[in-house]
């Protein structure tokens, strides 16, 4: 019989032979959802013996690995702004990207308008409405997706998370124009999709070949659902509201453009980490500012 440890260093070898980057926290959460427990369980239990059962469990999970395919897919979890996130392949694994998204938000509301009714277009696994409903406690939400499974995901991550009172979740299209009794809204954030279709076949094969390319297909140039969603949504922002995206590389610029040329009052634009205009956002004219 093998540790858990002798197991650990196993796939651990393994990943790094591969060129994983992340090789132990990866074969960390591999031998810990083999084994049934959480990563700092499995930490403390690292000296115990464990079975059969479980080497051969990582020795799937490391193969699958291997292949390709994301940890978070085959643990069937990931963690986005702190908080537990089941994900499935009916949805994109969550990017720490997009936690720009939610500070943008909570910038933009904390100590103004801390009972925001907020809306997230496109929202896939739910992680933009679970962060913002946490962070905002006297928010209420609506997450609307086309996608069914991708809502049934959600409602699990809201489930999880202890939010499902405060948030109702639509399938609609984002391309579309919104259902009929929606209501209005104090801020409309989405994180859509944005690659543009020809760029798809050179993502990396760990995205291609596992994430659902609907939620990754912006259109032609990339900028399909900014347009539709300015277009057909913006009707629902109440005066003085926000309409926040986020972009990818070498797009801000141009739906920023196109924010101030739909006859909002301002728009802006947040960097992220690595220097890229990551969230652009813009401010819908206030009643005082009509007259």
């Not at 409903?133 to 999880?160: I, M, Q, W, Y």
Request: charged share 25%; proline share 4%.
């Amino acid at each position: 019989m093998k540790t858990y440890n002798d197991i650990y260093m196993t796939a651990r070898t393994a990943l790094l032979q591969h060129g994983v980057e992340a090789y132990n926290l990866e074969a960390r959460l591999l031998v810990a959802q083999a084994a049934g427990k959480s990563v700092p369980e499995l930490l403390r239990d690292l000296k115990l013996y464990t079975t059969d059962a479980v080497e051969a469990r990582v020795l799937e999970y490391l193969d699958r690995r291997l292949q390709g395919e994301p940890v978070a897919y085959i643990t069937g979890a990931w963690e986005f702004y702190g908080l537990p996130m089941l994900v499935t392949r009916d949805v994109l694994i969550p990017r720490m990207d997009t936690e720009l998204l939610v500070d943008t938000a909570k910038s933009l509301l904390i100590g103004k308008n801390m009972n925001a009714r907020i809306l997230d277009l496109c929202c896939g696994s739910g992680c933009i409405t679970c962060a913002l409903g946490h962070e905002l406690p006297a928010t209420k939400l609506v997450a609307v997706d086309f996608s069914a499974r991708a809502l049934e995901v959600c409602r699990k991550n809201l489930a999880a998370n202890r939010l499902s009172s405060r948030v109702i979740c639509i399938q609609s299209d984002a391309s579309a124009s919104p259902p009929l009794g929606i209501g209005q809204f104090d801020m409309i954030v989405s994180n859509p999709p944005y690659i543009p279709s020809a760029e798809l076949q050179s993502l990396d094969r760990s995205v291609r070949s596992f994430e659902p390319a609907m939620a990754l297909d912006g259109g032609e140039d990339g900028l399909r659902f900014y347009k539709s969603i300015i277009k057909y949504w913006k009707s629902l922002l109440r005066p003085g509201g926000y309409l926040l995206f986020e972009v990818g590389e070498g797009q801000a610029e141009t739906v920023k453009d196109m924010i101030l040329s739909a006859g909002f009052a301002s728009a802006d634009t947040r960097t992220d980490t690595q220097g890229i205009q990551r969230v652009v956002y813009g401010k819908a004219y206030a009643d005082s500012e009509l007259y």
